[in-house]
């Protein structure tokens, strides 16, 4: 895990960001979604300042991301509790077992 240095163009402004090089890859998909999403915004409403623009996006994109954690959350509280009922299901058959083989 080396840190590498990647040039990134957000909203017409260049940065580098030092980053660990097996994070590229997702930090490269997260520039051009933020990217596409400017220029949704800026051709679906009409918002030329790149502050406001910037503001809406980073709005929209971290409610989507809120709303799949939850859902996510929520998925493994489910699944914990099916576990839960597996794993009773098999004690009580491990115990029917043993009282048959008595």
């Given at each position: 895990m080396s840190d590498v240095s990647v040039k990134v163009e957000i909203a017409g402004g260049i940065y580098t960001l030092?980053?660990?090089s097996e994070?590229?890859?997702?930090?490269?998909q997260a520039v051009k979604l933020i990217n596409q999403k400017i220029s949704e915004f800026e051709r679906n409403y009409g918002v030329k300042d790149k502050k406001?623009?910037?503001a809406m996006v980073t709005?929209?994109?971290v409610?989507?991301?809120a709303k799949e954690k939850n859902q996510a959350e929520q998925?493994?509280?489910t699944l914990k509790l099916v576990l839960e009922d597996v794993e009773q299901m098999l004690?009580?058959?491990r115990d029917n077992i043993q009282?048959?083989?008595e």
């Open positions: 030092k980053i660990n994070d590229e890859r997702n930090v490269k406001d623009v910037m709005l929209q994109l409610s989507q991301l998925e493994l509280s004690v009580q058959h009282k048959t083989e």
